[in-house]
């Protein structure tokens, strides 16, 4: 079993502020995603990363991976209430899908 | 389009006894296919994945166990429940796009 640590585990900010998630692990992942999911759902997800050092914007969300594929950021620019949820990172390796800890993000009109 | 379903939504079983959840794609062939568990708030932990009919891999040792007897049909069992068993069980497909798919989700609850 693979581990990802995301920090923070919860965050509660004002809207319109900026915000960073991360996820870490000390295993090499071929690809890593991340996901929303709200209550009593499913995840969704929001992007895919697989090249160490790539960078993906979907409008307000950067998503980074690290040089060295163990590691993500996910940035969220001016929050808004839409933006609440909690968010996923999984690492990808062989067939498996390795979930971190998760990031309860809650913003506040 | 693919779409992906599992059932029941919501369970309330008592302690010992079975348990069986199933989850249907429709849509696509040959889908790899998995089975979480998380807790509430916190992320997902892999349970079975299945990359063919009748080939199953366990994650994770526990009173759980999974079948796979037709392509699109992907089912969680258990011959006695724990009251440790309760959570927010997960069904979800991807065909190699490194994508995952997910089902509505099942809660289960044992007393």
């Known amino acids: 079993t693979q581990l990802l640590e995301q920090s923070p585990q919860f965050l509660s900010i004002q809207e319109g502020e900026n915000l960073t998630v991360y996820c870490n692990s000390s295993s090499v992942f071929s690809s890593l995603q991340w996901y929303r999911q709200e209550p009593g759902e499913g995840p969704v997800l929001l992007v895919t990363?697989?090249?160490?050092?790539e960078v993906k914007k979907l409008k307000r969300l950067t998503f980074q991976f690290g040089d060295a594929r163990k590691d993500s950021s996910l940035h969220i620019t001016a929050a808004q209430p839409g933006d609440t949820g909690l968010y996923l990172c999984?690492?990808?390796?062989?067939?498996?899908?390795?979930f971190g800890t998760g990031t309860s993000l809650t913003v506040i009109p | 389009s693919q779409t992906i379903h599992q059932w029941p939504a919501t369970l309330v079983q008592p302690v010992g006894s079975p348990l069986s959840l199933e989850c249907t794609v429709e849509?696509?062939?040959?889908?790899?296919l998995y089975w979480y568990r998380q807790a509430a708030g916190r992320g997902l932990q892999l349970l079975f994945y299945s990359v063919g009919i009748g080939q199953i891999s366990s994650e994770v040792p526990q009173n759980l166990s999974a079948s796979r007897p037709q392509d699109r049909q992907f089912i969680l069992s258990s011959k006695k429940l724990l009251l440790s068993d309760s959570g927010f069980y997960l069904c979800a497909w991807d065909r190699g796009q490194r994508e995952l798919f997910f089902g509505e989700g099942s809660r289960l609850t044992v007393l």
């Open positions: 999984a690492g990808a390796t062989g067939n498996q899908f390795y």
């Open positions: 849509g696509t062939s040959n889908p790899n």
């Open positions: 990363v697989v090249t160490g050092g």
